[in-house]
């Protein structure tokens, strides 16, 4: 995090989170045959943390909560490719609990932040839905 940025535990989490998807997709990637799944786990994982920092320099308060919306949509693709890598045996039951549960709580959390922004402005949900 920056020294000038406020603290935010969710753009706090989602860094932690992408930094342990780099390291778990750089294990998978050493086995050549789970290169694109390790490549799609990327893509998704980090680009949480991505799209909730571009929040932060959102031009309106409904393009703030887009940016989170496509966050959330990345969580949820993660989520899907960790259950497809437990599912294929790819990843022990115990790595696909510690990130699974690592996941959910982001995607709640960020959730919780696009309700109470759409709380905040009732001109957000005309917009968005």
């Known amino acids: 995090m920056s020294k000038y940025s406020k603290p ?3 753009r706090e989490k ?4 992408a930094v342990l998807i780099t390291e778990l997709a750089d294990i998978l990637a050493e086995n050549r045959k789970n290169y694109r799944l390790a490549d799609q ?20 308060s409904a393009d703030f909560v887009h940016k989170l919306g496509i966050a959330q949509k990345e969580c949820d ?5 960790l259950e497809l890598l437990k599912q294929s045996e790819r990843i022990s039951e115990q790595v696909f609990v510690d990130y699974y549960a690592k996941a959910s709580e982001l995607f709640v959390m960020i959730k919780s932040s696009i309700i109470t922004a759409k709380g905040k402005h009732p001109s957000i949900s005309r917009v968005t839905r």
């Open 14 to 17: 989602s860094m932690d989170f």
């Open 41 to 60: 786990l990327i893509r998704s994982g980090t680009s949480i943390g991505a799209n909730i920092r571009e929040a932060r320099s959102a031009e309106s």
């Open 8 to 10: 935010s535990i969710l």
């Open 77 to 81: 693709e993660t989520l899907y490719w």
